[in-house]
């Protein structure tokens, strides 16, 4: 198992209760992929280095996990394919 940190920013255009649910539904992606959540950090509003997909702010959220490499495989996975999330960012932290 590798410890990762694991960034990931939601659209803000959404209700409160679905940017929730979406930081959930990433977090369950892991849980049952066996990770071990560590730590997770809701971050709330903030605003972008730059605009993506013409959004100027997002909802930041941080998860330290000890997971597989396929458990990060399938959370990068489904990332990407998530319409709710503007950008993700896994770091594999040595120790």
Do not use: C, W
Request: net charge negative; hydrophobic share 40%; no cysteine.
């Amino acid at each position: 198992m590798n410890k990762y940190e694991i960034m990931f920013i939601v659209r803000p255009d959404m209700e409160e209760a679905e940017i929730k649910n979406t930081a959930e539904s990433m977090k369950k992606v892991l849980t049952d992929a066996k990770a071990k959540v560590l730590d997770e950090k809701a971050m709330g509003q903030k605003e972008l280095a730059y605009e993506i997909n013409k959004y100027t702010t997002g909802y930041y959220y941080l998860l330290v996990v000890e997971a597989s490499k396929e458990a990060e495989q399938e959370f990068n996975r489904v990332a990407r394919i998530n319409e709710n999330l503007l950008r993700h960012l896994i770091v594999k932290v040595e120790e």
